[in-house]
T-cell receptor
């Protein structure tokens, strides 16, 4: 059974710092990896989707990379801002199966 | 942009009540999902559906059922609400498995 782990569970950084969030998964035969952002009490907002044939995706200050052979993905956030404070979740699926989620990393960016 | 709409943001129900949580998507997506989210446990899959009138059990289906009579609507039913079903419920949809998921804004259900 696929398991997704996100470390650290919480992270606090000063504004302007570049940071990396980590995601690892046990079954490397994944189809998609998707990163989400969740603000307190709200639903999930999709940030980046990496499909099976891709190795990375970029959107603005965000860059996500995928290394299937090692079972890892990283989400890089450049020049962090207080508005980036949220919980970041990664999720993977294999073939026609639903996404399996990690428990998230709670990020606080301090002004 | 795809929109997934969950009918209620907050609900308070009594133990033993039958509860309906509604989810509607507006982009003709094939696949729809119900998750619940609890502190320390993350998101767990309750039920999903890949087509109208089709349903599949997820990891924690006990105490729940679902209905998908139309492609755009996927309802989660708590047959007899219990306090351990107090949670955030999240609905999602995707057109195909290799596309990204879109989530609704969630329903915070409290059972008293």
């Amino acid at each position: 059974k696929q398991e997704v782990t996100q470390i650290p569970a919480a992270l606090s950084v000063p504004e302007g710092e570049n940071l990396v969030l980590n995601c690892s998964f046990t079954d490397s035969a994944i189809y998609n990896l998707q990163w989400f952002r969740q603000d307190p009490g709200k639903g999930l907002t999709s940030l980046l989707l990496i499909q099976s044939s891709q190795r990375e995706q970029t959107s603005g200050r965000l860059n996500a990379s995928l290394d299937k052979s090692s079972g890892r993905s990283t989400l890089y956030i450049a020049a962090s801002q207080p508005g980036d404070s949220a919980t970041y979740l990664c999720a993977v699926n294999r073939g026609n199966t639903p996404l399996v989620f990690g428990k998230g990393t709670r990020l606080s960016v301090i002004a | 942009d795809v929109k997934v709409t969950q009918s209620s943001r907050y609900l308070v129900k009594r133990t033993g009540e039958k509860v309906f949580l509604e989810c509607v998507q507006d982009m003709d997506h094939e696949n729809m999902f119900w998750y619940r989210q609890d502190p320390g446990l993350g998101l767990r899959l309750i039920y999903f559906s890949y087509d109208v009138k089709m349903k599949e059990k997820g990891d924690i289906p006990e105490g729940y059922s679902v209905s998908r009579e139309k492609k755009e609507r996927f309802s989660l039913i708590l047959e007899s609400a219990s306090t351990n079903q107090t949670s955030m419920y999240l609905c999602a949809s995707t057109i195909y498995s290799n596309y990204g998921y879109t989530f609704g804004s969630g329903t915070r259900l409290t059972v008293v």
